[in-house]
């Protein structure tokens, strides 16, 4: 039977945040101390850059972007705002694909849908090699007057050389590359090289998901919303660290963290809806990171588990979701828990959207008993919601950062190491296999595209 004192008695508050789980389906009343003494230890070495993926063999040092080293960043924002100050610059165009992407277009979506940047240059995005999506992204845009920000971790991201040919190709500045290119890699890397603008380098140990707090981004966050914006960003996601170490009754990112981890025990899927504007690139952001960070099947004693870490991942942005894939949910044969993520209402249309959130919640909690199989919804579904009721960049970087450190957390209950992604690896490993005569990948390529040759105009 739905209770609706839960809203009241399940709820964690923050500066930032609000978290609801009240209708999650878990009683973490019961579980919370255990499961934070398994993580508390581990996460504090995680946090102080002391833990080594065991991967790579480097240490995770994310964290360290948000306090140690914050200024380093800031020192990188100024001096490449310096540097670009006499070039007449009028778009910003951030180069990156997957996680070198997604965590910058989520939080600057964001940002400039709340009114931040004022006169700072416009920001675009490139992540996909394919010419059109590369024309559309620089459709009325001066080239010669646009600062190009090309971040790849390794450097040897073929994409990104592809994307670079296509772009050096659409204009005439022979100095291309060193006067509208900022490269950020890693050290002797291939985009370590000379002949850019400038090449600013970052530790081995920040995984692309994990640098939305790094250089990586927030020099795009910096010169196209300000020193003060990127600033209070990393505050923001500093003050979330520290929140990530309290109890349990007050942590949010742990908390999310032990009701995704026995939810997913019990159901193989996850629904993450987010409602409102600012929100639109929230899902795709969590897409990468729980799905490249769960999504393993080895254990960190070398065993493999017999049970999924990661969900089957649905996501879709509010209410437009209600329209599409909201049946499966009420009246699926598989029960499918769903996070909600909003922000504060601030107009009429927007607390109708929060209406609609607690109504679909309460729905999915109480179902519908009718006498006709077809139109009963058997209830005892759950839900969960996040508010973001602070619309500012310290609220954005504390809700980076908690969405960071509750998937670590859920890392760690199931045993795995949430930072590395080996599969990934395969797949461009056996895509470059394709120009390997006599490999099984050049073999079905050729299959293909003989097909294609013969049956497409």
């Known amino acids: 039977m739905f209770d609706a004192s839960r809203f009241e008695s399940d709820v964690i508050p923050s500066p930032y945040l609000t978290y609801f789980f009240g209708l999650s389906g878990v009683d973490v009343g019961t579980i919370g101390d255990a499961t934070a003494a398994k993580v508390h230890a581990t996460f504090d070495q995680i946090t102080q850059g002391k833990f080594t993926n065991p991967t790579e063999q480097w240490p995770v040092t994310h964290h360290m972007c948000r306090n140690e080293h914050k200024s ?30 997604s965590g910058t277009k989520w939080v600057s979506h ?29 459709k009325g845009i001066d080239i010669e007057k646009t600062l ?13 050389h592809a994307i670079l040919d296509v772009i050096s190709s659409k204009q005439s500045n022979p100095n291309f590359y060193s006067d509208q290119c900022i490269a950020i890699t890693t050290k002797n ?14 530790d081995t140990g920040i995984g692309g998901r994990f640098s939305t707090t790094s250089v990586a981004s927030l020099l795009t966050i910096g010169l196209g919303f300000g020193y003060d914006v990127a600033d209070a960003f990393l505050t923001g996601a500093h003050l979330a660290d520290m929140a990530a170490k309290n109890h349990w009754k007050t942590n949010i990112a742990l908390t999310q963290a032990t009701v995704r981890y026995h939810q997913q025990l019990a159901y193989p899927g996850l629904a993450f809806v987010a409602y409102g504007h600012a929100l639109n690139n929230m899902p795709g952001y969590m897409k990468q990171l729980i799905c490249e960070s769960l ?108 969405m960071e450190n509750r998937v670590v957390f859920e890392g760690l209950m199931h045993h795995i190491n949430p930072f590395d992604q080996p599969g990934v690896e395969l797949g461009k490993r ?19 595209a003989t097909f294609l040759a013969q049956h497409v105009e």
């Open 72 to 101: 380093d960043t800031l020192n990188q924002i100024v001096s490449c705002a310096n540097l670009i100050k006499s070039r007449n610059i009028t778009t910003i165009c951030h180069i990156g694909i997957g996680g070198s992407v």
């Open 110 to 138: 964001a940002l400039s849908t709340w009114g931040f940047g004022g006169n700072h240059p416009p920001i675009v995005y490139i992540s996909n090699h394919d010419e059109d999506h590369i024309n559309a992204a620089l």
């Open 148 to 160: 190009f920000i090309v971040v790849s971790k390794s450097g040897k991201t073929v994409e990104i």
């Open 189 to 202: 890397s291939p985009l370590d090289r000379p002949d850019v603008m400038k090449t600013i380098t970052f």
């Open 295 to 402: 999504g393993k099947g080895a254990l960190l004693d070398g065993q493999w588990s017999s049970s999924n870490h990661a969900p089957l991942f649905m996501e879709g942005v509010g209410p437009d979701a209600q329209h599409s894939f909201f049946q499966q949910l009420h009246q699926g044969a598989g029960i499918i828990p769903v996070e909600f993520t909003s922000c504060a209402a601030t107009t009429p249309n927007q607390e109708h959207m929060l209406r609609q959130i607690i109504g679909q919640m309460v729905a999915l909690s109480s179902g519908d008993p009718q006498s006709s199989p077809t139109l009963a919804c058997t209830g005892n579904r759950p839900s969960t919601l996040l508010l973001l009721h602070s619309l500012t960049p310290e609220a954005m970087g504390y809700m980076v950062a908690t």
């Open 430 to 448: 056996v895509t470059e296999a394709i120009d390997q005569p006599g490999s099984d990948a050049e073999k079905a390529f050729k299959q293909v």
